[in-house]
């Protein structure tokens, strides 16, 4: 059997060695090799920079020494579980309720396959990951403009968007209208290709019937024994599926970001920070509120004061820095770093997003409208409401995400009390899920720009930012490197934060090794 | 709060009663309620058709009793783990040598969300259910007569097939090709979906770029700190596109019974069958092998032996029969019913299929290609390539669905031993995943047109032979119903069995009671 097949050892080794290299920003573990010379190192925040930073030195032999703000690792992989309690700027206190199991993830929710950084941590923490779905055909795209303010099925709205670009491609094709960019030949293939994936019948033409029911769905399906016959769906026409702007979310899954597949960490994200956190236990001290910081050649000197138990500030010494503190904090803190990185910290402006879980006493998504996990995308402020990834068909209660709110949407959110979120989301999603009102219970809500820690949600660079300050936000300042998403080319997801992490190190250790 | 809402509640009990009303084959557990009069029904067969009979009639108030030739319930609800044993027809035995927690779905392998028959089973049964992928853009695509027989990234075809279609179709919109078909007002937001849509950079072209590489990815992904930057991917050009024949599997995932969301049950399709047959268990009668069906106005009589104990063949009576044998057995067993029943089971042909499931050393589709769960299509005999959709990321073995063939292709798997399709299967696969060979440990096949009990894989329907027999195979024949996939519309799927159970039994209930 084997010798069929000679020459596949060969291959093996090649594809192996190269799989990474080819295509991801993410190359394994540094190699950090070397004399490090007992060199130490101050970081700044126990997010997923300052903790990757942190296991990866101490394995290389740095001392190493992490300055927490809050009570907790992972930063904004976080996870709000009933019996939280979190007080956001302006002093709003809010008591989280969600029952044993459920949560909130504030911030970042799903991990892309393809982010191979972050799922390294993931696989080396032992923290279990189950799928993450975004596309759900028959869940919900939604406009108060458009079909009366009568949600759509995904299933409708694709099936119908390609089934009208289809035929009117054919119609073009065989108008003869793309005769001189496709030869004969391969406008007989593309027409093929367009009924196939179209749905079109045998006249090329879009139409209520078999073929495009078999995507879109039947509006009686097809039964057994002697029960009525299946009767096909109706399209949506063409001028009312374009006026909808419908089509606006049929690419939602297809981002090289949001395609299949996704991963989310049993148990909440928060899950990857807390294990993190564990392993690194003796070396981050929490609470502790960074108010200077400052080098010059012999090293860094850290001034920060115990939030819990007061008293005077106090101060850290280390060979080197590396500040995960995001800048919207850091541009606050007093720092001796060059004219260039300060302005790179003081200009990068951070992004709004809110978030706001419902707790309901019945999972009717599932129950009434067969809809298990994924997103309904709708044109309210609330802009998204995603369906629990876990516990399906369960007969229990569940927590929806009510609202992922971005732009001016968010920042109308972030203006409201928590209460008053929850009234919002409450009566924006009634106007698709009737059930809300009679099934609500408890809510939470995390609104990005009133966090105390990062006062936004990411990093929101422009390409004009960026080919001002991106590459002096990076750079090593003497004593200081900063990591982050914002110190990425990813911002706002986890991998910008690992890989931002593992670039800096390695440029830490090779000054560090080569001096 | 609810005051801004009034009107949701009347919404809700009125969303709730249409839901299943509009859309669904299944409209929840029958209500067989009225005097039974202590009628009794033989079951032949214990798969899912003859379960669900057995389970809502015994509710009923029914005497019931089922005969099952295999000694396990299920029937093509099956899974194989290692220790199992199978002898297909020709004598073939193959020892199952997969590792604790790995299996082979040999049939069913995959429940859409509007299958709410099966699904309200699951749930009944306290089945658990995890996501199916379907849809993996990063598995292949692969066709042995392109791209020099190297496979193809789903994401890669995907994009490039929609980004040629919109810049296509865009180029005719611009050129007035459709002013007859769409307004002029209507063509603006065409050009802005078709943009959206195809990934078309601001001319409306179909370029290498970040629109392009953002859904199809990048030949180098953006990274973290001062490591290179991203760079775009190249797509596929239209002519090279048309002639490869991959934009055949683009269309893979959004049937409407291949769209997403999907289930699987946790441990194996065959969870099922097992968990249904523990509920039976005192009305089960295993290893009997029917042999003559007959009826008479008084009632039915069915003579049966036992494979296992042998002796001379035993009768069964009751007043009615509800005979849930694939017509591929059924034909060779005589029956007496009507003329135009009997031409039904005779005219009625099985389809072909065959499954070939591969143990592997290690999980390299996932350690060393980044492919998590989901399907790689492929134009060799094995047609399919699927990668298990659970214990993600475990540094564990893995059991591959190796092949999944139809047609000709089941047909010349068929026709050879169990050894010669592991080492066509590993061949076929060497050509995606050059690590076959190096990590092979152990496979197991299933040959349906070889199964003992079946003699195929399913009903194989045509709109000829629907038109001619359908009605008649499903008609209450004197005291005798055929009940299973092939008597439904939804052939070869488990909901077809489940729904063709629940009209037979509604009608023979009504003939009880209305006698």
Known sequence: MIGTLAGSAAMYEAMSSLAYAAEAGYSGPPNLTGNVK???????????????????????GYKVLILEYQDRPGGRNWSLYGGDTYTELGGFKQNVQFDKGHYLNPGRWRIPYHHQGILHYCKMLGVQLEPFIQSNYNAY????????????????????????????????????????????????????????????????????GEASSNKRGFDFDPGGGLTAMETPSTPIGLKELLGSGLWRAVGA????????????????????????????????????????????????????????????????????????????????????????????????????????????????WEEDENIYGGITYTDQPNSTIAYPNFNYFSSGKGVLLGAYAFGPGAVRYASMSPEERITKTLEYGSKIHPQYMKEYENGASVAWHRVPWTLG???AWTEE???????????????????????????????????SALDAIRRLHQRVTQA
Chains 1, 2 share one sequence.
């Open 465 to 499: 930012l960026r080919a001002r300050h991106y590459n002096n936000l990076c750079a090593l300042d003497g004593r200081i490197m900063l990591a982050g998403e914002h110190a990425s080319r990813i911002p706002a997801w986890q991998e910008g934060a690992v890989l």
């Open 38 to 60: 007992g060199a130490s190192v101050l970081i700044l925040g126990s997010g997923l920079a300052g903790m990757v930073s942190a296991h990866e030195l101490r394995k290389a």
């Open 253 to 364: 899954g297809s981002g090289y970001e949001t395609q299949q597949s996704l991963f989310q960490p049993v148990g909440g994200m928060g899950m990857i920070g807390k294990a993190f956190g564990a392993t690194l236990k003796e070396v981050i001290k929490y609470s502790a509120k960074v108010i200077d910081i400052k080098q010059d050649e012999k090293g860094v000197t850290i001034t920060y004061q115990d939030t819990k138990k007061g008293g005077a500030p106090m101060v850290a010494t280390a060979d080197w820095c590396i500040c995960t503190i995001p800048v919207s904090i850091l541009s606050q803190i007093p720092i001796t770093v060059s004219a260039p990185m300060k302005a790179a910290i003081n200009n990068l402006s951070y992004s709004s997003s809110v978030k706001v879980g419902l707790q309901f006493k019945r999972r009717f």
């Open 457 to 459: 949600c990411a990093g």
């Open 141 to 208: 795209i939604h406009s108060t403009k458009a079909f009366g303010g009568k949600p759509q099925r995904f299933r409708h709205i694709q099936t119908d968007f390609q089934g009208h670009v289809a035929e009117l491609l054919s119609k073009s094709t065989r108008q003869a209208a793309l005769d001189q960019a496709v030869t004969k030949e391969d406008q007989e293939i593309l027409l093929q290709a367009l009924r196939n994936w179209g749905a079109l019948d045998a006249n090329y033409e879009y139409t209520a």
